[in-house]
């Protein structure tokens, strides 16, 4: 690939996106209840305490960012079975050059940083 900015730019961004996740941002705060339009879930949310909600919105974010590695898993193989091609401006993105696009995005989720 010769624009390699330009996939560490869109890993990056991906990484950014799975820190910020509305749903499990809406459980920690203190009107949660209010973002749910389900009043099952809304009764539960506000019973939970401070850590309840804490431990809840991790599991939310943790399934967040897993549906962003599992989306990246599954371009990454239809990628490499030659059934879609992955372009980074003009220039086609060799995932076989990289670890993989969601092992990318998981060693930069662990803070792992790009060899220059």
Known sequence: MNNPDLYSRFI???????RSCDDADSIL???ASADYDDPGLSSVL????????KLIASCVS????????????????YSRSGSI????????????????LQNDF??????????D
């Open 85 to 100: 091609k992955l372009l980074f401006g003009d220039d086609p993105c060799d995932v076989l050059q990289h670890d993989g």
């Open 46 to 53: 506000s019973k939970l305490s401070d850590n309840d909600r």
């Open 29 to 31: 705060s203190s009107d």
């Open 12 to 18: 990056d961004e991906l990484v950014q996106l799975s």
């Open 62 to 77: 943790r399934a967040f960012r897993d549906g962003i590695y599992s989306t990246l898993d599954t371009i990454e193989w």
């Open 106 to 115: 998981m060693n930069k989720c662990n803070k792992w940083e790009w060899s």
